[in-house]
């Protein structure tokens, strides 16, 4: 692939993927002021936004199998842990962005056990077998996974309803 077709189309995968989360999060915050149409409106363009950033990543050659999905995901939550967030949480305390400061910790801290449970699932996989794992519970405020039940979030203090996959 040419390189300039090549970074278009990294591009257009970042902002499409950006568009698709940023309408989720219109979503939801649509629903909580009662616009229930409002609310569909934003998810339904939020996936074709989705369709736009899978089709882009199909012709970027981003799409795998599950194994080699997992190693770029453990690659890719490591990087956020070791030099992305340390460094963007320094420019914020240089900066004194309080509200900044704070969303790089809950990330980074949610990106560490990320890392740990791909590292599971890929272990599983090259014994050809799914993980075994229950409920996992995601904190609404902060996004600290954790498998099994869980009455508050150790990041943030959240004491109220985790989400639950």
């Known amino acids: 692939m040419k390189k300039m077709v090549e970074k278009a189309l990294r591009e257009a995968f970042a902002g499409e993927s950006m568009a698709h989360m940023k309408y989720l999060i219109y979503a939801s915050i649509a629903e909580k002021e009662g616009y229930k149409n409002v609310a569909r409106l934003f998810k ?9 950033a899978k089709n882009h990543a199909k012709a970027l050659g981003m799409i795998k199998d599950t194994k080699e999905n997992l190693m770029d995901a453990i690659k890719g939550e490591i ?3 070791e030099e ?3 460094v963007y949480s320094e420019i914020a305390k240089m900066q004194n962005e309080s509200n900044a400061i704070k969303s790089f910790h809950y ?9 740990a449970m791909y590292e599971d699932a890929k272990n599983s996989i090259e014994n050809d077998k799914d993980i075994d794992i229950g409920t996992i519970y995601i904190c609404p405020v902060c996004g600290y996974t954790h498998i099994g039940s869980i009455e508050k979030c150790p990041v943030c203090g959240y004491d109220g309803k985790f989400e639950e996959f």
């Open 84 to 86: 992305m967030y340390p």
């Open 44 to 52: 339904a363009i939020a996936y074709a936004e989705n369709v736009h």
């Open 79 to 81: 990087f956020e842990v």
């Open 107 to 115: 990330a980074m801290e949610a990106e560490k056990i990320h890392a």
